[in-house]
């Protein structure tokens, strides 16, 4: 079973900053990744995913991942933070269920904080 | 718009009162799953169905049922609800995510057990 692993239950940057989230995966063989935000007292957001296609994937409100298989890390990245970012982000990787059917499991989130 | 709806937001009940969750999708997917987000824990899948009449249990089934009689919709049930289910519950929706499609979620439901 697969098991993805965030590092860094908090992290903090100032405005204009580099915001750098990890993300370490478990499996040997390339899964399809994605990366979820989710804003205060809101749902989640699809930010961006790796389907095994190019391995830089771009998202939504500037953010992207590198997926790098010799690393399994899928790490999400924006080069200039805004106050709008701070939110908690979770990194998920698809499985399989016990009957075959699939599911995604998720990292136990990174709350970003942006500081002025 | 591609819509997963919740219903109730939010609500406090009391020890072994029976409650539903519902969750409806507009997308005609084949895939609904339930999830339960608990602090330092991420999300966890609770129940999933491969379509109608076919469900099966997640990660973390214990005081949990659901139902898959429709395709658009998918409860869950709470028969006796316990404090430790006090949780935020997601609804998710997908055409199958293994071929990389988007899982949709729903915006949550609090739920509170006193």
């Known amino acids: 079973a697969q098991s993805v692993t965030q590092l860094g239950s908090h992290v903090s940057v100032s405005e204009g900053a580099l915001v750098l989230l990890r993300c370490n995966y478990s499996?040997?063989?390339?899964?399809?990744l994605f990366w979820y935000v989710q804003y205060p007292n809101q749902g989640l957001q699809l930010l961006l995913k790796?389907?095994?296609?190019?391995?830089l994937v771009k998202g939504i409100n500037g953010f992207e991942a590198e997926f790098k298989k010799s690393e399994t890390s899928f790490h999400l990245t924006k080069p200039s933070a805004h106050m709008s970012d701070a939110a908690e982000y979770f990194c998920?990787?698809?499985?399989?269920?016990?009957?075959?059917?699939?599911?995604?499991?998720f990292g136990k989130g990174t709350k970003l904080t942006v500081n002025p | 718009e591609a819509q997963v709806t919740q219903n109730p937001r939010y609500l406090i009940t009391v020890t072994g009162k029976k409650l539903t969750v519902t969750c409806s999708q507009n997308?005609?997917?084949?895939?609904m799953s339930w999830y339960r987000q608990d602090p330092g824990l991420g999300l966890r899948q609770i129940y999933y169905s491969m379509n109608v009449e076919v469900t099966d249990k997640g990660d973390v089934p214990e005081g949990y049922k659901v139902s898959r009689k429709e395709k658009r919709n998918f409860p869950l049930i709470l028969e006796s609800p316990s404090p430790n289910q006090t949780s935020l519950y997601f609804c998710a929706s997908s055409a199958g995510i293994l071929s990389g499609n988007t899982i949709y979620f729903g915006e949550g439901s609090w739920l509170t057990v006193v």
């Open positions: 790796y389907t095994s296609a190019a391995t």
């Open positions: 998920a990787v698809s499985d399989l269920n016990q009957g075959g059917s699939e599911k995604l499991v």
């Open positions: 499996s040997s063989v390339p899964p399809y």
């Open positions: 997308m005609n997917h084949e895939y």
